[in-house]
């Protein structure tokens, strides 16, 4: 399920929601109660994305085990 990030006018403070994107645009409660609301983009589609293609993978050339292996870090 998608989050969504707002940010409450009345107070200031911004949090997000998990909710069906059937009801992305319906209005949202802060955490205080206000309905005073506003919906801000959010990146939640790109950083699944994005965390899925910058899996954690060996580093090229190294010469495996530690951390570098060639004395630069001591
Ligand atoms: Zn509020």
């Known amino acids: 399920m998608p989050r969504y990030d707002f940010r409450c006018r009345s107070c200031g403070d911004t949090f997000e929601l998990s909710r069906p994107m059937a009801r992305s645009g319906d209005p949202a409660a802060c955490p205080q109660g206000h309905t ?15 965390g899925a293609a910058a899996a954690p993978r060996p580093a090229a050339g190294g010469g495996g085990g530690g951390c570098c292996g060639g004395g630069c870090c001591g």
């Open 36 to 50: 005073d609301t506003v919906k801000l983009l959010s990146t939640v589609a790109v950083t699944g994305a994005a």
